[in-house]
């Protein structure tokens, strides 16, 4: 297909962000970086008004369970209403809804982008971001029933999102038969930018052109992003955090964790880890 989705998805603080505004600055091709208050694609597929805008029927008056019925039709529409490629941010595990349809319909994707990154420093920056201490967040990286605005006392800005543990999100996108996935690594993306970014472009079906490519780097480095960050903010950014692009960095994990709280987590996640060479095979952390 010419159009469809080309789902950008990761578990959270796994790099999606970072690309989305590579691939904005890649599109646009512009003189000055992007905003990054004002990204190309949709919005994120867990977008509470957009799904109220495509079903003509607000998600409050639903359960989650009713919500997740109706969300393989709103992809659908958006695939067919789409030109090009439509780069679109998912959290959510590849699940089904309670008739067994999966959430996103394979028919209305042309490809999956999946971000990896190490689980140790996903828990680090998914700390931060929920503005909550390491030990706080590392059970919610191993549980099988976590979810985003899971709860029913408030009204989310996103719908609900079944993350499912970090291993059991991994294993939902990348085994899923049919899907057409390009695997990336976080790591990658900061240690070999420019291979990493041109595989991304080649696999979305877009022109691999080089300068434009280098341009597109120089446009979205961590460094831009922070100062962009602090000159108009980033809408992103979660209440409860002072910063969205706090670090990026590979291995911050080992000025964070104790001993004990690195080993739960690797015991928890080790068979992933070591498919995806986030461990030697002596299960030691290679980052």
């Known amino acids: ?61 639903l359960l989650p369970e009713e919500i997740d019925r109706y969300r393989p039709a ?24 309670p008739d067994g349809q999966p959430l996103f319909p394979q028919a209305a994707t042309r490809g999956v982008v999946y971000l990896i990154r190490n689980p140790l420093d996903v828990a680090v920056s998914f700390a931060h971001h929920s503005g909550i201490t390491v030990d706080e967040i590392l059970p919610r990286l191993c549980r099988e029933d976590f979810a985003f605005a899971s709860r029913r006392d408030r009204l989310h800005d996103q719908l609900r999102q079944r993350l499912l543990s970090w291993s059991g999100h991994v294993r939902s996108w990348v085994d899923e038969p049919g899907l057409n996935v390009h695997v990336t690594r976080y790591e990658d993306m900061v240690r070999a930018p420019y291979p990493t970014f041109t595989a991304i472009v080649r696999f979305a079906g877009l022109p691999a052109d080089p300068a434009r490519v280098s341009k597109a780097l120089d446009f979205s480095n961590f460094d831009s992003l922070q100062a962009a960050e602090r000159k108009v903010g980033f809408r992103e950014r979660s209440a ?26 690797v015991a928890a996640h080790r068979d992933v880890m070591h498919r995806f060479g986030y461990l030697t095979p002596d299960g030691i952390p290679t980052f």
């Open 1 to 61: 297909m010419d159009g469809g989705i080309i789902w950008l998805a990761s578990y959270p603080k796994s790099g999606n962000t970072w690309l989305r505004i590579f691939l904005t600055n890649y599109v646009r091709n512009g003189a000055e970086p992007a905003d990054i208050n004002d990204l190309d694609g949709g919005p994120i597929a867990s977008a509470r008004r957009a799904f109220d805008d495509a079903v003509g029927v607000a998600a409050s008056d």
């Open 74 to 97: 709103v992809y659908l529409q958006m695939a067919a209403h789409s030109d090009g490629p439509l780069f679109l941010k998912v959290h959510d595990a590849y699940t089904r809804n």
């Open 240 to 265: 409860r955090a002072a910063t969205f692009f706090r670090s990026g960095q590979v291995g911050d994990w080992r000025q964070v964790f104790t001993a004990e709280q690195a080993t739960l987590l």
